[in-house]
């Protein structure tokens, strides 16, 4: 780091060419704002895991899973996993889903919801996220810091 940086004493930078110009002020203490960044992926398949045996979903299972995405080169969206429930959303392309399904269908059981969207929101707040979902059906909805993701109908 800089001197300036590590004594935390900011910078105020103008142009030479046009001194009238507003400058740049550089600091720590500076809030940064973005403005809400939305993308939406069409085509998602969503799905429901659980194992038969209905025990937890392990390290094991886990493992498993994963193998078979690697396997058949899913493109895995979104994952979250609670004890007994592990949720994908992959997009939906050829057979591959399908085939995850029957390759997966001895230790696991799978709900399939096709036709979906994932919405990812980077900075949005939460009026702008309800924005965002109003008259759609959030499936899964997944919040870490600055952006959200949402499964919707």
Known sequence: TGPLERKNIPLYVKSFLDPSAPGTYIAHDVEVSYPPMVMMEKNQAFL??????????????????????????LQVNLVQNTAMTFYLAVNDQQDKVDRFVAATAQHFEMKVH????????????????????????????????????????
Do not use: W, Y
Request: glycine residues 8%; negative net charge.
């Open 48 to 73: 429901e895991v659980t194992t038969r045996d209905f025990s937890f979903v392990s390290e094991v299972h886990l493992s498993e899973l994963f193998q078979r995405v690697a396997e058949l080169r």
């Open 114 to 153: 096709r036709g979906l969207e994932l919405l990812t929101i980077r900075h949005g707040d939460a009026g702008f996220i309800t924005k965002m979902t109003q008259g759609k059906t959030v499936l899964l909805n997944q919040i870490c810091g600055e952006t959200a993701q949402m499964v919707v109908e």
